[in-house]
DNA sequence: TAAAAATAGTTGACTTTTCAACTATTTTCC
DNA sequence: GGAAAATAGTTGAAAAGTCAACTATTTTTA
């Protein structure tokens, strides 16, 4: 077998791991982990944002939003309203005890983010995001793309294996 | 509270996991899942490594390792060794029936990366590279500075209300 | 050399995330 | 208007990863 050359792909996992190690670590005092804070972000950010539109801009499974939705209401972090016109729908809401721990939750992933970044000059890392944001971008499709095959595979396989 | 615009830790939570997903998608045929992959390529280009040195390479916990090299052993893809000279290391080794998944995960390892590449000139890519190692590098020692330190804490407290 | 500390690996409980199947509501279209 | 399809969200099972406590060796050191 021929030799294979490593690639960006492992410092990406190694990035988010660490990353996520790092926000339940400091987050632990306020009862949320790494999986709760960027929903509570996004809701303060777009007050009223739906759950589907939540699962989209970070590209998740609407199951994991429902799930980290609970625990933000359970703590009291976030309220939970239905849309008035559509009710399938459900609105999110910031609470005022949320506050507290939106402050710490910029603060300690801006510290985390500047450490990451501390030698890379502004420009480059203006590069860098943006080279990060297409590719993540390319990944959600490509994603699609390779479900929608399988789909199709296994849906042919059911027609013909009844 | 003032404004906190995005950064790019979003787009690596969001490729992070599309390429898991990705990996378990294509190799679920095989037996195994996004879990495994980076296990057996390591293993494959580092023969007879210790358990120990694969936790450290991929910055990952060692309980990590454990269980994805029993689920290799367990498929017969891998096979562990206990060293002679140290019995507390295991060393690991790939076997014949495993050239096959090999092969399929570097392909399509290489497919999803290229797809993410495809408009990124070489010498960015290379770039972007040697940016994600760096930080890949801090975000394991910032790590473990941050551990270190509320590990301290925990003992002062142990101390002080015994 | 014996006790203490360090090292390698395992285990069980827990979190986050996903998938697939499900409910409930709204929209489409015959 | 009503059946069919689409949309929004929920749920339970499973995978991957981590932590903390554990066992079994080996090394250090007093």
């Not at 790494?34 to 809701?43: D, E, M, P």
């Not at 199951?63 to 209401?73: N, P």
Request: hydrophobic residues 35%; aromatic residues 8%; glycine residues 4%.
């Amino acid at each position: 077998m021929k030799h294979y050359p490593a690639t960006f792909l492992k410092y990406i996992s190694i990035l988010q791991r660490n990353t996520s190690r790092y926000f339940d670590m400091v987050l632990e005092p306020f009862g949320i982990g790494s999986g709760q804070q960027f929903f509570l972000r996004q809701i303060y950010e777009n007050e009223g944002i739906s759950m589907y539109d939540l699962a989209k801009i970070g590209c998740f499974d609407k199951g994991t939003v429902t799930k980290a939705v609970q625990k933000l209401e359970e703590l009291g972090y976030v309220k939970i309203l239905a849309d008035e016109k559509d009710r399938r729908i459900k609105r999110l809401h910031i609470t005022s005890a949320a506050q507290q721990v939106l402050e710490k939750v910029y603060q300690k992933r801006d510290l985390w983010k500047n450490s990451l970044t501390e030698n890379i000059p502004p420009e480059k890392e203006k590069e860098l995001e943006q080279l990060l944001e297409k590719m993540a971008q390319i990944s959600c499709q490509e994603l699609s793309a390779v479900a929608k095959q399988r789909e199709e595979i296994h849906d042919k396989r059911r027609n013909t294996q009844p």
